[in-house]
């Protein structure tokens, strides 16, 4: 039987001598652990114009998808990763995010979208920020660890 995924991303980065934190950590080097992460995704994001290159010349609609899912499964990957090198419970921090944004409907319960599709705020939005940190608190945020 396979292993939950946030137990599998635990094993890898162990295997791999990645840092992992059990509790939410912000370490002493974290602007530049930042910086690298945004390098590692910027990488994947460059794979966008690869894959639309593929559509533009008719490619297999198959090879496509198969190059979209496999960029979209490592961007997931980099950030579950990273989310365990901070101590991020985020599988929890997502319920709450998927909360918000469920708090976006307009007033009469229908989604309201801007011109690229993305959800606007209703009137009963929330933002997520708040019960982010209650809930990393309650984890107990450690500050300045070398994990």
């Not at 590692?40 to 559509?55: K, P």
């Not at 990763?81 to 991020?88: C, R």
Request: aromatic fraction near 6%; glycine fraction near 6%.
């Amino acid at each position: 039987m396979t292993k939950p995924f946030p137990e599998r991303i635990a094993l890898m980065n162990a295997m791999y001598r990645l840092p992992a934190s059990e509790r939410p950590n912000l370490p002493a080097n974290a602007a530049e652990r930042l910086l690298r992460f945004k390098a590692t995704l910027m990488d994947e994001v460059h794979e966008i114009d690869e894959i639309s290159a593929q559509v533009a010349a008719g490619a297999d609609p198959a090879d496509v998808l198969v190059a979209i899912a496999d960029l979209l499964g490592d961007v997931i990957v980099y950030c579950r990763s990273e989310a365990l090198k901070y101590g991020l419970p985020l599988e929890e921090v997502l319920d709450v995010i998927m909360d918000s944004n469920e708090s976006k409907l307009g007033a009469d319960g229908k989604p309201i979208y801007d011109s690229n599709g993305k959800f606007l705020k209703g009137p009963n939005y929330w933002k997520p920020e708040p019960r982010i940190k209650t809930l990393l608190q309650a984890k107990g945020i450690e500050v300045g660890g070398e994990h």
